[in-house]
């Protein structure tokens, strides 16, 4: 099997340094602005199609550069007014807010789960359910998180909880430790997403017992058909300053989306790989690898509305869990004059 380099299974958190001229295309000196993005293709793959496409410079964005990003440190950094926007998962706003901190989410990049319950295969015959992990070892990224979130809801829908019936243990997003950690039993499951789902599973080290592209067993374990999930991030001051610069990055991100929607996984794959800037971030997948990720990834994929209910459903979750001490009204997570709130 081709070795993946490690910009590959990085190729989620890859940061996009880009120049906004004026809106009207003209040349003008130009502002230098990165954007990063939390360690998922989903987070990705909507600015690098925007590249490929043209829809970044059509609205006057010209991306320059590509940097691998730690999720962990990108909230921090956008607080820190290193970077006016970033495609994180929904939480880091709430987490946010809660601490003070002004961030507001402005377009959602997905507005479904992209969390997979993995299971090692050795475990093949014997767990069939979610239930079947009770008295296992299940590892998650990071507490708070999506697969971290994802993880309890899905087992709490079957009666288990963590301490009492299962072990809940966090390993981090590393592609190569969740595999490891897989190969190795030193888990048994994981909450996972594009691309360590896909990576595994190709490497025959998992099987999936809930996927992230299936809108059934989505609604089973986690409620509903929207939930909040990734998202495009700014901080108030921005919107406040620039609303201009807000309006044309997510108009960027909705020309993207629709073009993801639209088209077949080997489209957009070769729509992503035709461009050298997005292809460094992609193209050590094989072609084979990316398009099946992306076949997997495009369910998750919405129009760029923003699900109050989605929200409150996972809020309400955060708060149960103890992530946080009280709820984040939808009004202070989101701004929705952008892109509407879904229907």
Not at 168 to 174: F, P, Q
Not at 192 to 220: C, D, G, H, Y
Request: aromatic share 8%; net charge positive.
């Amino acid at each position: 099997m081709r070795k993946l380099s490690r910009r590959a299974v990085l190729m989620g958190a890859g940061v996009i340094s880009f120049r906004v001229g004026g809106w009207s295309g003209a040349a003008a000196a130009a502002d230098s602005l990165p954007l990063p993005f939390s360690g998922s293709t989903e987070s990705s793959l909507p600015m690098m199609v925007a590249v490929a496409k043209g829809y970044a410079k059509d609205h006057d964005i010209d991306v320059t550069r590509f940097v691998a990003s730690p999720g962990a440190n990108i909230r921090a950094n956008l607080i820190g007014k290193q970077f006016e926007f970033a495609a994180l998962d929904w939480s880091h706003v709430s987490i946010a807010r809660i601490a003070g901190a002004p961030l507001r989410t402005v377009l959602a990049i997905t507005d479904r789960s992209n969390q997979s319950l993995l299971v090692r295969s050795t475990l093949r015959n014997s767990v069939k359910t979610p239930t079947d992990l009770k008295g296992k070892t299940v590892g998650v990224s990071s507490p708070g998180s999506s697969s971290w979130t994802y993880a309890k809801m899905a087992l709490e829908h079957v009666g288990l909880h963590p301490d009492r019936d299962y072990n809940l243990i966090v390993i981090g997003g590393d592609t190569g430790v969740v595999t490891t950690a897989l190969q190795t039993g030193r888990i048994d499951a994981v909450s996972a997403w594009e691309p360590i789902t896909s990576i595994a599973l190709s490497r025959n080290v998992a099987f999936p017992l809930i996927e992230a592209w299936n809108l059934k067993q989505q609604v089973q374990y986690y409620g509903a058909e929207r939930l909040a999930s990734l998202a495009l991030i700014t901080r108030d001051d921005v919107i406040k300053a620039k609303p201009d610069l807000v309006k044309r990055m997510v108009g960027t991100h909705v020309a993207a989306l629709k073009f993801i929607r639209a088209n077949s996984a080997e489209a957009i794959v070769d729509t992503v790989l035709s461009n050298p800037k997005s292809a460094e971030i992609f193209g050590g997948l094989g072609k084979t690898l990316f398009t099946t990720i992306v076949e997997r990834a495009k369910p998750a994929f919405g129009e760029g509305c923003i699900s109050k209910q989605g929200y409150e459903l996972l809020m309400k979750r955060l708060v149960d869990y103890k992530v946080l001490p009280r709820e984040i009204p939808f009004n202070d997570y989101a701004d929705t004059s952008y892109v509407g709130v879904c229907a």
